[in-house]
């Protein structure tokens, strides 16, 4: 027959067993603020590389678009004089941009008419809902 008053020596009791479970819920929560601290730190790290090589693509980009005008040049060099195929070449490019220009003027025109529009459907909905709830009351 087994006494209840008495406790085996392998079993915890309840205060110790709260303290244990208390001690081990800090160490677990302070273990995973200290990794999402590293995976952040790792995270960081490599978008700061992606970020520096994607600029190092833009940079070599550039000076490829740069050849290839150059190497225009010289083609158009071949049939005109070298400072006409500069000249034909330079208001090629001008053109090109402002096309570009345009076209991205346009865009940003149209940027504050949807910007608007979400704002009055923003507004419509807030106001849809102040009207369901005095309606509630």
Same mark, same amino acid.
């Given at each position: 027959m087994t006494n209840l008053g008495t406790q085996p020596a392998d079993q915890a %009791?309840?205060?110790? +067993?709260?303290?244990? +479970?208390?001690?081990?819920? %800090?160490?677990l929560v302070r273990?995973?603020?200290? +990794? $999402?601290?590293?995976?952040?730190?790792?995270?960081a790290k490599r978008t700061g590389i992606g970020? !520096?090589? /994607? %600029?190092t693509a833009g940079l070599l980009a550039?000076? !490829? +678009?740069?050849?290839?005008?150059?190497a225009a040049i010289a083609a158009?060099?071949?049939? =005109?004089?070298?400072?006409?195929?500069?000249?034909?070449?330079?208001?090629? =490019? /001008?053109v090109a941009a402002g096309i570009a220009a345009l076209v991205g003027k346009k865009q940003v025109q149209q940027a504050p008419a949807a $910007?608007?529009?979400v704002v009055a459907n923003v507004s419509e909905d807030v106001h849809v809902v102040k009207e369901a709830r005095h309606a509630r009351t």
């Open positions: %009791s309840i205060p110790e +067993l709260m303290n244990q +479970l208390t001690t081990q819920t %800090s160490r273990d995973e603020i200290r +990794l $999402a601290q590293k995976e952040f730190q790792t995270a970020a !520096g090589l /994607f %600029s550039y000076a !490829g +678009l740069l050849a290839v005008v150059t158009l060099a071949l049939v =005109l004089p070298l400072w006409a195929a500069a000249v034909i070449v330079a208001a090629v =490019l /001008f $910007a608007q529009d």
